[in-house]
């Protein structure tokens, strides 16, 4: 998204900011707009970074606020800095460390406000003056006329200053700010020398024990003065306090104007971050860097390829694949070491460590994607997985820096290793994942980790609610909060287990989960047709309100009518609890003719958004849901719906999305759906045919085969699939086998009004 204001500069030729660099060749990043997802609730940062990087450097807005967990919010209109670490679409905000901001002249060593910028170095700027791209960011700092340039690679980020004069270039480094104000005991800087500084920042946040160390090579010289918060400290080359800072002043810039800084980042060490620099940032051609950014973006983005003449969908297609490589990152230093779950220090340069696992979000349609598309990394994804493991005693369930935050509920590291394993991707140690998943399907507190937080064990990661499902069979809700969202997904990701059992010639505890997995029949209300909760004494919970939507409640981030379906393992289980094919097919109608009017606390509805009925897409427990007309027979309600939601719930416009990115999920959504499939599923490896929305998609697998979907008729109106062939035979029913996509080949989708 190039502004026009910096676009009217290249043409000119008038050279204003002497390091600008020329536009490139039209390419994949050319059809990426990296603010989708700014506005609105999205919580996406528009900052460089590669796939799956360590470095995620951006510019940071605000803090405070539900809309600041990416540090960056589009109605915005200053800028406090550039930090190096962000996270991709939360609901929940941490990270946005080591901050950068140039200035020109004596500023305060605040940030000060977004409603009063000149209380302290804060600068204001217009979305006519910034333009970014994949792996590149511009913006002027409009208060001291000062243009700045963002570029990455994989564990280091590079600065490029160009300041209006010579003297008094100065640059803040503020170890202070951290996404949502957490707390951090001990930040370092420390002067290497007079064109180098280190430093460090330790966090007690979302994620409890957060490390990260960094370190800054400048262009040019520097004199500097260290400061305990805003107390100058005199005299001292490193200061090791709860907020350190630092004032870089730049005396003998060249003729350009132009400061560069290459700064590597580690959650080991200080030498781990200079190595990482080093090696990645070797020389300083920022265009270069830049360029290798490019590169990898669109060695990464060409793995599909669609035809269309629809620009916009296309804009939103190659963003949402965009997002979904951002995260998770890596968290390997160049030399093969990292931190583990118990914050020991360790070297494999045969492993490769991995952090920011979402995984109540992105079982559901990121990771299916990457079997198709990255198989491989996702593979080793799943080797991160059983390595903190090893670690911690316990699979992960929200693992953020090396630490297991708990958040959300199931325990979905299951699913993701079991859908790699249904499909014939076992590049991992399968008797470990088999013990693994089995282990968390278990109430047993012992052999975890001592680092883990005891309210995060007891409560989240081993909640009662396991204890309870394998006693009880249900989870009472007067017992445990959230009880019906818990009891549905942990008897899906048992009936995983089971699958798992069966491939291995486990029939004992095939049997056993098989078992486990019917327990959602305990949650069916037979009056109301919906999941409700049930108390110790088994009787039904009262008053029931199904639109109701509160904190706490028995229902996690959505309310009984959203949660009615989530049976994906046994559909006709469910259907025949309904009371058959076309009582499910009228029930589901209901669900998306209903009011959308939501009932309970206004705070707790945040994540339920992006309505048609009761049918909530902004949020993950509702995608699988359009899909489900398919097992009631009629295809062509799931053609209508997908077909809406691609057309209505997703732009290309900074609130071009219905909810929190999610990591991943949110987009991954849009790619397989508008590709005309969905993993409905996670474990069974089918694909669902919903409706697609190029004329063509082009998969290249890694093998280098493609798979080809060919849309004929293909238009707004004709929104219904009149037939589909998969390689020349044709399909009976909307789906097909993940084995047959794998496979390379075509299906031919003919459609009509």
Not at 469 to 479: A, M, Q, R, S, T
Not at 599 to 624: C, K, L, R
Not at 735 to 748: A, N, P, Q, T
Request: glycine share 8%; proline share 5%.
């Amino acid at each position: 998204m190039k502004s026009r204001f910096y676009m009217l500069l290249l043409a000119s030729g008038l050279g204003l900011f002497s390091c600008a660099q020329k536009e490139y060749p039209k390419e994949y990043t050319d059809e990426v707009n990296v603010f989708i997802g700014t506005g609105g609730h999205g919580h996406t940062f528009p900052g460089p970074t590669l796939p799956h990087g360590m470095v995620q450097l951006s510019p940071d807005t605000r803090l405070m606020g539900w809309d600041a967990c990416s540090g960056y919010y589009y109605d915005d209109s200053s800028i406090m800095g550039f930090s190096h670490t962000h996270l991709s679409g939360t609901g929940i905000g941490d990270y946005g460390d080591i901050l950068f901001m140039p200035v020109v002249g004596e500023k305060p060593l605040v940030a000060g406000t977004t409603e009063n910028p000149d209380a302290g170095y804060r600068s204001r700027f217009s979305h006519e003056e910034e333009s970014a791209r994949p792996g590149y960011y511009q913006v002027l700092l409009k208060d001291d006329s000062i243009n700045v340039e963002l570029t990455a690679t994989l564990r280091a980020g590079m600065h490029r200053y160009t300041y209006p004069k010579a003297d008094d270039a100065r640059l803040i480094i503020d170890m202070e700010p951290t996404i949502h104000g957490h707390q951090h005991p001990v930040t370092q800087i420390r002067i290497v020398n007079d064109s180098t500084i280190a430093g460090m920042k330790y966090t007690k946040g979302w994620a409890k024990h957060h490390y990260v160390y960094f370190h800054a090579t400048f262009s040019s010289p520097f004199t500097y003065k260290l400061y305990s918060d805003t107390i100058y400290q005199p005299d001292s080359t490193s200061v090791t306090v709860s907020t350190a800072k630092a004032v870089l002043t730049f005396n003998n810039l060249p003729a350009n104007k132009c400061v560069m800084a290459k700064v590597g980042i580690s959650g080991v060490d200080e030498e781990g971050a200079r190595k990482n620099v080093a090696t990645e940032i070797p020389d300083w051609n920022f265009e270069k860097v830049r360029q290798q950014a490019n590169v990898a973006w669109n060695e990464a983005l060409g793995k599909i390829d669609v035809e269309t003449s629809d620009k916009d969908s296309r804009t939103v297609f190659y963003t949402s694949l965009y997002h979904t490589y951002i995260q998770p990152s890596l968290a390997s230093d160049v030399d093969g070491r990292y931190r583990t779950m118990s914050h020991e220090i360790e070297q494999d340069t045969a492993y490769t460590n991995y952090t920011v696992f979402s995984l109540w979000d992105t079982f559901r349609a990121a990771h299916p994607l990457y079997t198709i598309i990255t198989p491989e990394l996702n593979q080793a994804f799943i080797r991160s997985l059983l390595r903190k493991y090893d670690e911690s005693g316990i699979l992960p369930k929200w693992e953020l820096a090396s630490n297991e935050t708990g958040t959300m509920i199931g325990y979905h590291a299951v699913s993701v290793i079991a859908d790699a394993m249904m499909k014939k991707q076992c590049n991992f140690d399968l008797n470990k994942a088999l013990e693994a998943c089995v282990r968390s399907s278990v109430y047993d507190t012992t052999g975890i980790t001592p680092m883990m937080d005891r309210d995060i064990l007891h409560n989240k990661m081993m909640s009662p609610a396991i204890k309870y499902k394998n006693e009880l069979g249900y989870i009472p809700c007067d017992k445990v909060g959230g009880a019906v969202s818990q009891g549905l997904e942990i008897a899906y990701n048992d009936w995983l287990i089971a699958q798992m059992m069966k491939e291995n010639n486990r029939k004992d505890l095939y049997d056993e989960y098989m078992k486990l997995s019917k327990a959602y029949r305990n949650y069916f209300d037979p009056e109301t047709k919906l999941m409700r909760g049930k108390l110790s004494d088994g009787s039904w919970t009262t008053p029931f309100d199904p639109a109701s939507v509160q904190r706490p409640s028995n229902y996690v981030e959505g309310n009984a009518w959203q949660w009615a379906w989530f049976v994906p393992q046994d559909v006709d289980g469910l259907m025949e609890l309904v009371g058959g094919k076309e009582a499910f097919v009228a029930h589901l109608d209901t669900l998306f003719t209903t009011s959308s009017e939501l009932t309970g606390d206004p705070n707790a509805a945040a994540d339920v958004t992006g309505m048609i009925g009761q049918y909530a897409h902004g949020n993950e427990p509702s995608h699988h849901i359009p899909y489900l007309y398919n097992y009631g027979g009629e295809p062509r309600k799931t053609q209508a719906l997908v077909d809406h939601i691609l057309r209505t719930l997703y732009h290309n416009n900074p609130d071009g999305l219905s909810g929190n990115e999610d990591v991943g999920q949110m987009s991954a959504w849009y790619v397989l759906s508008s590709m005309g499939f969905y993993s409905f599923c996670p474990g069974r490896p089918v694909y669902e045919i919903g409706r697609p929305i190029f004329d063509k998609v082009t998969i290249h697998l890694e093998d280098g085969k493609d798979f080809v979907i060919r849309t004929k008729n293909n238009n707004k109106e004709n929104k219904y699939i009149r037939s589909m062939k998969l390689n020349g035979e044709n399909l009976e029913v909307p789906r097909f086998s993940h084995f047959d996509l794998m496979k390379g080949g075509e299906l031919l989708l003919e459609m009509e009004k």
